[in-house]
């Protein structure tokens, strides 16, 4: 293979925006990837499971109808099309990354790479081959792998991640979940409106334990009602088999418990991917919560940059994109930064929820004076018309400028809503700016709106 001025290991959402960037700056860029360009997002993660969050939301809306007086009857659900339909939403995202990788003429390698020093990279073909490539500067975007506990059973057959449960042919007939991150949450809401009986298995009492304690109550409390059994607080002691499938051993003041599944599922968040890089043939520093960077996303070694999941911070496919974006900039030359303050956030359960900035209480243990507005969805008219009223939006002030700290929404829409946040936040808007701002009627986010006239005053 030629010499390239920048290499990028990884074709998910951080390699292949950077291979991109590096490529339309007039670098000469190669992108390695194991297995699939795109990564877990596009293949595994994000854009199948919003897929199956939809057709969780169909199934719900269907449900409804006849409050509506329109009677369509029993939804009945044909999983293999259903399944067969995400595929095809899969292959024509995966395929429109292919597309654009070809345009910016970005080529791609299938194989593995390791680092053999600081300017370069040990490349394994599919057929076993094994190249070199020197690269004046090295993009390393391995991603991340999903995470299990170290207990008997956790690697026995009929465990599974997401990745695995996304590639079932037949709807289980039940589940164990453990788990209390985004990802359990939205499992357990999925799969649970296709009609497999779930159970949700968690360490700890608070589900989304980086989100509002307020959020996770509430998620907790709709998921019981929606038919979801739910173990918060327990001893996960084990995974066994059993009669149709697996067991798993939970303990907690009241004894011990085995909850009874087809199949149990780790959705314990994911770890970032440094194991067999040859990190220490670069002198790069890593650890297993992932490789350091600076705010340019450069390593400990000048001209090796990390992106992405493998950096451990905020693993979402937006964060990975923006740090691919900023360390191909910077392999060209630039001198930019990435900036973590101002990141959406969202859960696509049913209600949704989205948030930005910090929760009430965060702003409380760093001692800030806040002011708290929050309006329930329910007195919202559009909510009513629609039939979601369940669910608010929470605002958190700094009391004295009103600057808008925190913004916290649980309903319909929620992952769209958040951005009125977002960029109001950016540009360092108040909460007078968000009362000043004229919003259309009916519409959920007037909510807001009502959220911040609660503060009237400051």
């Known amino acids: ?14 390699g292949f925006v950077a291979a991109q960037v590096v490529s339309m700056l007039g670098g000469k860029v190669r992108l390695v990837e194991k297995e699939r360009v795109g990564g877990i ?30 009677n369509t009857g029993e939804a009945r659900i044909d999983y293999a099309k259903l399944m067969s339909e995400k595929d095809k939403v899969v292959q024509g995202v995966v395929a429109g990354m292919d597309a654009r990788l070809q ?12 680092l053999a020093s600081p300017n370069q990279v040990e490349i394994t073909l599919d057929n076993g081959k094994t190249e070199t490539v020197r690269a004046e500067k090295i993009i390393i975007a391995t991603g991340s792998t999903a995470r299990r506990y170290d207990i008997p059973g956790a690697y026995s057959p009929g465990v599974l991640t997401t990745k695995e449960l ?25 799969w649970g409106h296709l009609g497999s009986e779930v159970s949700l298995i968690a360490r700890r009492p608070q589900l989304l334990p980086n989100e509002d304690e307020e959020i996770g109550a509430f998620l907790q409390k709709t998921l019981e009602e929606e038919g979801v059994h739910v173990y918060a607080g327990v001893d996960i002691e084990g995974i066994d088999d059993s009669e149709g499938g697996k067991a798993v051993l939970i303990s907690d003041g009241g004894g011990k418990k085995k909850v009874a599944a087809q199949f149990v599922v780790f959705a314990l968040g994911q770890q970032p991917l440094v194991e067999g890089l040859g990190l220490e043939n670069a002198g790069v520093a890593a650890t297993a919560e992932g490789i350091k960077t ?6 400990s070694v000048k001209g090796i940059y990390a992106t992405g999941d493998v950096t451990g911070e905020m693993m979402l496919a937006s964060v990975a994109m923006v740090q691919g974006r900023i360390a191909g900039q910077n392999a060209m030359g630039d001198n ?104 259309g009627h009916p519409c959920l986010i007037e909510t807001m709106q ?9």
């Open 166 to 190: 996304l590639g079932l042919d037949d709807l289980p007939k039940s589940l164990a979940i453990i788990g209390r991150s985004v990802t359990a949450l939205e499992l357990a809401t999925v």
């Open 336 to 439: 930019a930064a990435i900036d973590y303050r101002l990141v959406p956030r969202s859960v696509r359960t049913i209600p949704q929820v989205a948030t930005v900035g910090i929760t009430e209480g965060e702003a409380k243990a760093r001692g800030l004076d806040i002011k708290v507005g929050r309006v329930p969805l329910a007195t919202n008219p559009k909510s009513t018309i629609i039939g979601e009223g369940e669910g608010f939006i929470k605002i958190i002030i700094e009391a004295a400028s009103g600057g808008i700290l925190g913004v916290h929404i649980v309903g319909p829409q929620a992952s769209e809503l958040i951005h009125e946040a977002v960029i109001l936040m950016k540009m360092g808007g108040t909460v007078r700016d968000i009362i000043a701002t004229i919003h």
């Open 450 to 458: 009502r959220a911040a006239m609660s503060m009237m005053g400051t």
């Open 41 to 70: 997002c596009p293949n595994w993660g994000c854009i199948p499971m919003c897929f199956m969050d939809h057709c969780a939301e169909v199934i719900r809306t269907v449900k409804k109808a006849g409050n509506y007086g329109i």
């Open 294 to 299: 600076n705010e340019r996303l450069e390593t």
């Open 103 to 114: 345009a910016t003429g970005v080529p791609v390698v299938i194989g593995s790479a390791k």
């Open 1 to 14: 293979m030629d010499d390239v001025d920048v290499l990028a290991i990884g074709g998910g959402p951080a």
